[in-house]
């Protein structure tokens, strides 16, 4: 894949979200990777931060996690360069999606990685998965919740769908009417999405 890209709006767009992130968080990432301070920053001990994109997803904890190098005017991801093998940071909770889940448009979830003295990548993310959407029912046969579409961040968080038409499993038993508008909200202890707050069936 070539290396020259025509910036989009939704380049664009990511590549403010992302500076603005750096802009209010600088001040804790000097604290990760200063020697001697917290527990994560003892543990990683870098110097120096790189951008990068998830190419898969990650878990809390996850390891070796493959992810794109971003090209050099933070546009997008480099996705014809080699992938870099990137670790939830020590004792984290990371969970955001990665460019092969979310697809070429809206790319997946980025931040950036330092090397620990362990030899490894830690990857500090620049947004994670939303926890909580809104969104709206959408019934193929009686009137029981189980999946989604519209699906909207409502906490600043990276959409757990790629766009709005795609539709999103919710774990319920609750009855609701098509198109009902509602909110769902991220179970970490079972990894599913339920509903928060839906109107009730109506006749």
Known sequence: MSNSHTLTDGHLRRLNENLSWYERNKGRLDMLLRKGGSRQGQILGGDSLTPCEL????????????????????????????????????????????????????????????????????????????????????????????????????????????????TLSVASGFETNDNAGGVIAWDETNSVWRPLDFPCKTA
């Open 55 to 166: 190419k898969d997803d990650m878990a809390p904890g996850g390891t070796d996690v493959e992810a794109y190098p971003m090209l050099a005017d933070m546009s997008d991801a480099d996705t014809s360069a080699d992938t870099i093998l990137v670790n939830d940071l020590p004792g984290g909770s990371t969970r955001a999606l990665g460019r092969d889940t979310m697809g070429e448009t809206e790319g997946g979830a980025q931040g950036w990685y330092t090397a620990g003295p362990d030899g490894k990548n830690y990857f500090i993310p620049g947004k994670q998965q939303a926890k909580m959407c809104y969104c709206l029912a959408k019934i193929a046969s009686g009137n029981t919740l189980s999946t989604v579409d519209n699906v909207v961040p409502m906490d600043g968080g990276q959409s757990p769908v790629a766009s709005s038409s795609a």
